[in-house]
């Protein structure tokens, strides 16, 4: 996914036709890399094995593809694969798309040296949160690295996700992570050319 994730909860854990959110662009859905993680692939941050995790669309994972890495795009929604593999296809990149849950990623049976997450974190429930860690725990490397931009508490409003605090970010990653910085970013989207305000978060796997 490019932005807000394509899981849609509804309760005890189970993720309902997340493809619906694809039915037409979505305005997380901007064509291209969002800025924030396009910084980190300038600066080199973005290396080894790559992850994306709600890939959606795959722009993040085809970033990481043209960067000549070996690269994974994860997501529920299977529309959205299909479009990831024909832009893969069209710009003749070298890239993995697999239907798989984000809660189960030790069921890959792989890991990863960096993993990516835009608008994935934000939509978890608490519990789902822990579960999540734990699911990325489980796929990363020691000294791995875990980016995620999502919705901050900082963005006005009450429409779209929920919004995410410093202090819950941090409780959600006290088992095996670092946070190695967190701070104020943006995530485009289609429909606002301000986008939405973000917390932009670097961690390591102890």
Same mark, same amino acid.
């Given at each position: 996914m490019t932005?807000?994730?394509?899981?849609? #909860?509804?309760g005890a854990g189970h993720w309902s036709k997340p493809e619906e959110l694809y039915a037409s662009p979505p305005p997380w859905d901007i064509g291209r890399p969002q800025r924030a993680f396009l910084a980190l692939a300038d600066e080199g941050a973005v290396r080894g094995r790559v992850l994306d995790v709600g890939c959606g669309t795959g722009e993040h994972t085809l970033m990481a593809a043209g960067l000549g890495l070996d690269s994974?795009?994860?997501?529920?929604?299977?529309?959205?694969?299909?479009?990831?593999?024909?832009?893969?296809?069209?710009?003749?990149?070298?890239?993995?798309?697999?239907? #798989?849950?984000?809660?189960?990623?030790?069921?890959l049976g792989e890991s990863f040296d960096t993993v990516l997450d835009c608008g994935l974190f934000h939509i978890f429930s608490d519990d789902d949160r822990a579960a999540f860690a734990g699911?990325?725990?489980?796929?990363?490397?020691?000294?791995?690295?875990?980016?995620?931009?999502?919705?901050?508490?900082?963005?006005?409003?009450?429409?779209?996700?929920?919004?995410?605090?410093?202090?819950?970010?941090?409780?959600?990653?006290?088992?095996?992570?670092?946070?190695?910085?967190?701070?104020?970013?943006?995530?485009?989207?289609?429909?606002?050319?301000?986008?939405?305000?973000?917390?932009?978060?670097a961690l390591t796997r102890t």
């Amino acid at each position: 996914m490019t932005g807000i994730s394509p899981y849609l #909860h509804s309760g005890a854990g189970h993720w309902s036709k997340p493809e619906e959110l694809y039915a037409s662009p979505p305005p997380w859905d901007i064509g291209r890399p969002q800025r924030a993680f396009l910084a980190l692939a300038d600066e080199g941050a973005v290396r080894g094995r790559v992850l994306d995790v709600g890939c959606g669309t795959g722009e993040h994972t085809l970033m990481a593809a043209g960067l000549g890495l070996d690269s994974t795009g994860v997501d529920l929604a299977g529309n959205a694969l299909d479009t990831a593999r024909e832009k893969a296809r069209d710009r003749e990149l070298r890239a993995r798309f697999r239907l #798989h849950d984000a809660l189960k990623l030790a069921d890959l049976g792989e890991s990863f040296d960096t993993v990516l997450d835009c608008g994935l974190f934000h939509i978890f429930s608490d519990d789902d949160r822990a579960a999540f860690a734990g699911s990325l725990r489980s796929a990363v490397r020691p000294g791995g690295r875990y980016f995620m931009l999502c919705f901050s508490d900082r963005q006005p409003g009450s429409q779209g996700p929920r919004r995410v605090t410093r202090g819950e970010i941090g409780a959600a990653f006290t088992d095996g992570w670092r946070i190695d910085s967190l701070k104020p970013a943006t995530i485009d989207i289609t429909t606002d050319p301000d986008g939405i305000r973000a917390w932009l978060v670097a961690l390591t796997r102890t």
